[in-house]
Each structure stands twice: as C-alpha cells, then as structure tokens.
C-alpha cells in the first residue's frame, strides 16, 4: 500500500525541519522552503534514515510561484508552517518589514492551502494543520504586526475547520509559546524553552488521533517561566 504525502512548508530548519523529520517516518515528504541546500540536506537526512523526501525551493509569498509549484499535488497532510517575525515598536516597523510578516505568516496560508485543499475535499480525506502561536491570543510591546498576522491566523483556522470537517478534511492549528529556534533569536540560557522536536511531536499527535476526533485547537508552553538574573 502507498504512503500517504505530507507536505511541510519552512522545512528546511527549525520547526519545519523537525516535523519533516517526523512524519518521514510514516509519510512521503514534500519539503518546501526557499534554501535550496538546507533542502537538500534535510532530504538527505530522511533518505538516509529510509524516507522519501521530495523537495521544492519556493518563496511561498509569491503567489504565482506558489501555482505553478504545487497546485494539482495530491496531498494529505499539509503544515503551514513557514513564519517571520521582527518585533519591535509599530513605529520603528519598515514597509518592508510589515508586509513580508503579512505575506509569509498570512497571506501565504490562502496561497498554498488554496492550491492543495481542493484535491483534499475532492478525495474526502486530508488535513490542514497551521503552526500559529499564543501571540494569537496574546498581545506584547512590539508585536503589533507578529501578534496580528498569529490572530489571523487562527480566524482562519477555525473558520476553514467549520467549512471542510464535512468532507473529511481536518484543520487544527498548533499554538506554542517560546520555542527555542531561529525565528526569534535570543541571547543567554534557552533551556526553559520549547524545542522544534516538541512542537513537531504535538503534529504527529494531531494526525494520529483516529477519524473521529479532531483536536482542532492546541495551545503549548514552556512548563516554567525563564529565570531573570
């Protein structure tokens, strides 16, 4: 019997490569993001370990590209997980800065979900899983933009869950807190954060529960706040 394909967009490190990684186990892998040789290292990894990893460079902002790259794949799974972030005050935000937060974090979720979610519905079988954050309920200094596009994120989420579950297709949205990668550089000890492994550990989660049940909402964090010297 065939594998099932899940593809991950930001695979190439962090979060996305971690959950490439783990559903390889059980799934063919699409891996996209834009770095052509993280790529090829991640799909080297999962060969390596007896997977199947086809990979696609794409910037998932360019919706056009997005088209051409994918539309018409038949995919099961799909993780939107490709995510920037500059935080800092509204007023010190470039042009630039806000619209790339709006076009990866937002904007690309109606791209690649519009290109793959068709084939899902037209079979009855698939599931759509968002990696958002508890900036989609939360507010902070200099998130004016990140914590906007995260609660967007979840509008779209759970209205997309309330018009696909009858045709047997699945949305959920994972919601972490601080989580220990390269999206948010940080100074000093990181060891109270989430890590990338957690995060794609709470992925399989959501995929495995049988057909029945959707856990369509998943909130993580940290078990303990950072200690401030």
């Known amino acids: 019997m065939a594998r099932e394909t899940a593809l991950v967009t930001g695979a190439s490190r962090g979060i996305g490569r971690a959950t490439a990684l783990r559903l390889s186990a059980a799934y063919d892998i699409v891996a996209?993001?834009?770095?052509?040789?993280?790529l090829a290292s991640l799909a080297s990894e999962i060969t390596i370990g007896g997977?199947?990893?086809?990979?696609?460079?794409?910037?998932?902002?360019?919706?056009?590209?997005?088209?051409?790259?994918?539309?018409?794949?038949?995919?099961?799974?799909?993780?939107?997980?490709?995510?920037v972030a500059t935080m800092k005050p509204f007023l010190e935000l470039s042009s630039?800065?806000?619209?790339?937060?709006?076009?990866v974090n937002f904007n690309a979720l109606f791209y690649v979900t519009g290109a793959l979610l068709p084939g899902m519905v037209e079979r009855r079988h698939g599931f759509v899983i968002t990696i958002g954050s508890l900036a989609g309920r939360n507010t902070f200094v200099g998130g004016s933009c990140y914590a906007a596009t995260k609660h967007a994120v979840n509008g779209f989420s759970e209205s997309l869950m309330l018009e696909v579950r009858d045709a047997n297709v699945r949305v959920a949205v994972v919601m972490p807190g601080s989580v220990d990668t390269h999206l948010t550089p940080s100074t000093g000890d990181q060891s109270w954060k989430l890590?990338?492994?957690?995060?794609?550990d709470a992925v399989w989660y959501?995929?495995?529960?049988?057909?029945?049940?959707?856990?369509?909402?998943?909130?993580?964090r940290p078990a303990k706040a950072p200690r401030h010297r």
């Open 206 to 220: 959501l995929i495995t529960q049988p057909d029945s049940v959707l856990v369509s909402r998943l909130e993580m």
């Open 96 to 103: 630039a800065e806000w619209h790339r937060m709006v076009d």
């Open 32 to 38: 996209v993001a834009r770095d052509e040789g993280e």
């Open 195 to 200: 890590t990338s492994n957690q995060i794609a």
């Open 51 to 83: 997977g199947s990893c086809r990979t696609i460079a794409l910037d998932i902002a360019d919706e056009g590209a997005v088209q051409a790259a994918l539309r018409g794949l038949a995919v099961d799974v799909l993780v939107n997980n490709a995510g």
